[in-house]
């Protein structure tokens, strides 16, 4: 397993002092990224071959939220790649070695000259090793958005929504999402269902429905196409 060392940030915290939503999914993001540039599979190699890996879906199942000053390991492993298909699992540990948060993740590689898949080439696949997927109960991909969903207030993207492929990031997706949840809403389980790229000055309509101990936000398009779904239980 890849990992790297770290604190938890003022800058990272929520109002009780603990560790956000949002952080913990950029710290996963960011280890993924890491090992990608250390072994020279990063954003220039994926460039130069017009590639880039979009994510499909998350589940991020977190035991607790870690305080200000915490120190903890963040860790990666691929365990399954085919076709254009990648699988990722990530995790979060304290100083006692004990798992704060457990994700699991799909993505798919993507031509940036055609929009469309393409197979993860052989160098690719042997530079990252492949490892025994973690312990955890691995929920569905897919997400069922209540038929009573709410319409809310549409959202724009505005440019610190996007990253490097100059779409809105997946943890900006789910940021927006958090801000439809109920006040004090306790999230144990995230989970995110991503259909399609959403870009500057894009519209968002955001659709809301509460189910026992779960909440759904969906985020479509105008013509009621979703970007991605959200679960939060």
């Known amino acids: 397993m890849y990992t790297f060392e770290s604190r938890i940030r003022y800058s990272e915290t929520d109002s009780e002092g603990k560790l956000t939503i949002a952080s913990l999914i950029n710290y996963f993001q960011d280890c993924s990224t890491f090992q990608a540039e250390e072994l020279g599979l990063g954003l220039d190699y994926l460039k130069e071959r017009h590639m880039v890996w979009v994510l499909s879906s998350w589940q991020i199942v977190a ?3 870690p ?5 903890v390991t963040i860790g990666t492993l691929p365990y399954e790649m085919k076709g254009f298909l ?8 304290d100083e006692r070695g004990d ?17 469309k898949p393409t197979v993860v080439p052989e160098e690719m696949r042997e530079g990252y ?3 025994e997927k973690l312990d955890m109960e691995y929920a569905p991909r897919k997400i069922v958005v209540p038929e009573n969903a709410v319409q809310r207030e549409p959202v724009m993207v505005k440019k610190h929504h996007l990253d490097t492929n100059y779409h809105v990031n997946n943890q900006q997706f789910v940021n927006i999402a958090m801000d439809f949840l109920p006040e ?5 389980q995230i989970r995110a269902e991503y259909k399609k790229q959403a870009f500057l000055d894009d519209q968002l309509f955001p659709f809301a429905a509460e189910e026992e101990k779960r909440f759904v936000i969906a985020l479509r398009d105008e013509a009621g196409k979703p970007y991605v779904a959200v679960e939060f239980s």
């Open 99 to 115: 798992c704060i948060a457990k994700a699991n993740s799909l993505w798919s590689l993507l031509d940036t000259e055609t929009g």
């Open 184 to 188: 004090k809403f306790p999230v144990r």
């Open 63 to 65: 035991e607790r939220y």
């Open 129 to 131: 090793h492949l490892e």
């Open 86 to 93: 990648g699988f990722r699992n990530f995790v979060m540990i």
């Open 67 to 71: 305080k200000l000053c915490e120190k």
